[in-house]
Each structure stands twice: as structure tokens, then as C-alpha cells.
């Protein structure tokens, strides 16, 4: 059973900026891709940026020039550094883990609230 534990969100000044990081706990076979994903009030889920155990990243485009997706594959964690931050940033943050041969497994989710 995988486990993924979310911290490092909060209430920030817009223009701020937070780190948010997933540790991940459990059996996890490569190859794999982590990522975050955000879901403000009244909106659907979607993606903020991917990271493969092999160092690939992917931004949704929002996220590009502001987000940066890193990892330490030795600590299993998952880190969202997010600079200027927006209004329209504020969601739920929530951590994912796709195993290629698993199903996915998701974190609880951390509180981002960005205020103008």
C-alpha cells in the first residue's frame, strides 16, 4: 500500500511564494510518475505539473515560468515550488503517484489559499 502525505501549504500574500512537498510511503516500483494536481471550489481537478522517476517534467501551462516540479528519489518526496503566486491559485493541491503497472494513488490534498 502506498501512502502520500502532503505539507507547505497555506495563506500567502499574492506574489508569494510557498514549497509545497509529498512524501511517499509504501512499496513503489519504477517506472513512475509523480505530480500535483489542484482543484479550486466549484472546479474540476486538474493537473499542475508531472515529474518520471527518470527527471522529466511537465508544467500545464499556468504553471510554466512560475511552478518547478523537483524530487528526491532517494527520500520518495515530491516537491511544488510556486512563485508569484495568484488569486486564482487558490485550491486544494493534491499530490499523485502513477505507478506504470499500478493504479494511482492520491494524497489527502494541502490548502493553498492566495490572498490579493
Known amino acids: 500500500q502506498v501512502q502520500l502525505v502532503e505539507s507547505g501549504g497555506g495563506l500567502v500574500q499574492a506574489g508569494g511564494s510557498l514549497k509545497l512537498s509529498c512524501a511517499a510511503s509504501g512499496s513503489i516500483f519504477s517506472p513512475y510518475v509523480m505530480g500535483w494536481y489542484r482543484q479550486a471550489p466549484g472546479k474540476q481537478r486538474e493537473l499542475v505539473a508531472t515529474i518520471t522517476n527518470g527527471g522529466t517534467t511537465d508544467y500545464a501551462d499556468f504553471a510554466k515560468g512560475r511552478f518547478t516540479i523537483s524530487s528526491s528519489n532517494a527520500k520518495n518526496t515530491v516537491y511544488l515550488q510556486m512563485n508569484s503566486l495568484k488569486p486564482e491559485d487558490t485550491a486544494v493541491y493534491y499530490c499523485?503517484?502513477?505507478?506504470?503497472?499500478?493504479?494511482?494513488?492520491w494524497g489527502r490534498g494541502t490548502q493553498v489559499i492566495v490572498s490579493s
Open positions: 499523485n503517484l502513477k505507478p506504470l503497472y499500478s493504479v494511482a494513488y
